[in-house]
């Protein structure tokens, strides 16, 4: 079973930036797709990014053009490059698998609890 472990969260002025990590144990690397979402307080838990196996990654449109996910397939660790932050983006942030012949989309799995590992999270504050 794979496992999930996220670093790298604090808090930051609106226009900063933050890099995510997330350590990936166990499992096996071409059975999962792995991404990210969050929770923001109060509010229902939605996809922010995710990348495939082959490298193809999707976004959220609230986050297009500002935050970047890669992975580093040798260390099996994945990232999350937030740049530009608003204060919206002020959220609990999870790293998150779901199986790779999961039909659905990343939000569709993040939105339907369909997802099969996740970490404990992460706490991103942006202020103003």
């Known amino acids: 079973r794979v496992e999930l472990a996220e670093s790298g969260g604090g808090s930051v002025q609106a226009g900063g930036s933050l890099r995510l990590s997330c350590a990936v144990s166990?499992?096996?690397?071409?059975?999962?797709?792995l991404g990210w979402f969050r929770q923001p307080p109060g509010k229902e838990r939605e996809g922010v990014a995710s990348?495939?196996?082959?490298?193809?990654?999707s976004y959220a449109d609230s986050v297009k053009g500002r935050f970047t996910i890669s992975s580093d397939n040798i260390k099996r660790t994945l990232f999350l490059q937030m740049n530009n932050l608003k204060l919206e983006d002020t959220a609990t942030y999870i790293c998150?698998?779901?199986?790779?012949?999961?039909?659905?989309?990343?939000?569709?799995?993040?939105?339907?609890?369909?997802?099969?590992?996740w970490g404990q999270g992460v706490q991103v504050t942006v202020s103003s």
């Open positions: 990348i495939d196996n082959d490298g193809t990654t």
């Open positions: 998150a698998a779901v199986r790779a012949d999961y039909r659905g989309d990343w939000y569709a799995a993040v939105r339907y609890y369909k997802l099969d590992a």
């Open positions: 166990g499992g096996t690397d071409s059975m999962y797709r």
